[in-house]
């Protein structure tokens, strides 16, 4: 009897791995269920390994029904755990994209030199090319560009405010943003280069005023390549939010009325992040020169959001990295959600994640040859 409740717990596993692989074919709006469902594709994933190692520790031919399932989904497997055992080569174009949380604006790490620290680790890793998202700078104590430039040598950059792409005509965003017609804060995504930068421009997202994606064209000794940075639609957890699941961890006890809330910011970011990705991948279609996209897609790679935006690139994860490549900083997430992908035309020499929690993020960093 025991083995037959096993059975059916494996079937069913196996019918919740094959339907979380429609998550990267329908669009949120249209079957917004699935997003939550290819977001736990990496715990269904396990357990189906644990169920086909289990049948056949037991010398059970049920466990063919496992392993049909984990083949029939090994294409989304690959982008969610992979082993590499090629040799790296380190040697090229250094490109880093890192979510930095506004390097601790409100002092969320309860660390005040959480930001001294995130400039030094840039400084260490010394990336040519640096992409940032939930970037700040102000005309005061947070003068990031200017340090970013001046004191770590990046020459050329890119970094307009998010708050603008959008126009928000609000007297209270104008009041702390603009002074004297002056920009004295401003709150996005930023491109810096050590290389010449000769073109910029920005896809505007008309249901975000808060999420943004640049590209910059890279002069690469000799060799354009536009680069996009891109940060897509946020949950917009509040500390309500926060502390609804903080609960659960301690009481697992979970308000039906709070539970709905964050399903309902949830939902919203899937549909809002699906257009998203659907504005930046048909621009970049639309480019017949070499192309590199990097950023926080907010999402996992079983999901409409990754596998719009990616199209025919590559994840250098992919190519070169290991394990589960966790970038959403937990000491116990499994999760990626920051990506960096390439174009067939540059070769993937190395990829790794720096797991240092001074934002919500850890950085990519990837070395590439042209």
């Known amino acids: 009897m025991l ?3 096993f059975k059916f717990l494996n079937i069913l596993a196996i019918f919740v791995l094959l339907l979380s692989c429609l998550a990267t074919y329908i669009q949120p709006k249209y079957f917004w269920q699935l997003s939550f469902i290819g977001f736990a594709f990496p715990v269904v994933l396990v357990i189906n390994v644990f169920f086909l190692l289990l049948w056949i520790m037991k010398r059970d031919v049920f466990g063919i029904i496992s392993l049909i399932a984990i083949v029939l989904t090994w294409h989304f497997t690959q982008s969610t755990f992979v082993l590499n055992f090629k040799e790296e080569k380190g040697k090229g174009i250094k490109l880093m994209t890192w979510n930095v949380k506004n390097f601790d604006l409100y002092n969320w790490s309860r660390n005040e030199e959480t930001r001294e620290k995130m400039m030094e680790l840039i400084k260490k890793e010394s990336p040519d090319v640096l992409c940032m ?3 700040y700078s102000n005309n005061q104590v947070f003068q990031n560009i200017e340090f970013i430039r001046d004191s770590l040598g990046y020459k050329y950059f890119y970094s307009p405010p998010s708050i603008e792409l959008n126009k928000i005509p609000t007297t209270k965003l104008q009041k702390t943003l603009w002074i004297n017609g002056e920009l004295k804060q401003q709150w996005g995504v930023g491109t810096f280069s050590k290389f010449p930068i000769t073109d910029t421009g920005r896809i505007n997202f008309n249901n975000s005023y808060a999420n943004a994606c640049i590209y910059t064209d890279i002069d690469l000794d000799g ?3 536009r680069l996009y940075n891109v940060h897509f639609e946020s949950i917009h957890l509040g500390y309500e939010d926060y502390a609804t699941l903080d609960s659960l ?15 309902r910011k949830m939902r919203r970011a899937y549909a809002k992040r699906a257009q998203q990705s659907v504005a930046v991948a048909k621009h970049i279609s639309e480019f017949q020169g070499v192309q590199v996209l990097c950023g926080d897609f907010n999402d996992v790679p079983v999901s409409y959001t990754y596998s719009t935006a990616k199209a025919s690139l590559n994840d250098a994860f992919v190519e070169k990295g290991k394990g589960f490549g966790a970038t959403f900083a937990n000491k116990f997430s499994i999760f990626r959600i920051d990506y960096a992908f390439f174009d067939s035309k540059i070769r993937i020499n190395s990829y790794k994640t720096i797991r240092k929690e001074l934002s919500d993020h850890y950085p990519v960093v990837v070395t590439f040859s042209l």
């Open 3 to 5: 083995r037959g409740f």
């Open 223 to 225: 060799n354009t390549v």
């Open 133 to 135: 998202q939930e970037f």
């Open 249 to 263: 961890g301690e009481n697992q006890q979970l308000k039906l009325s709070s539970a709905k809330k964050i399903v």
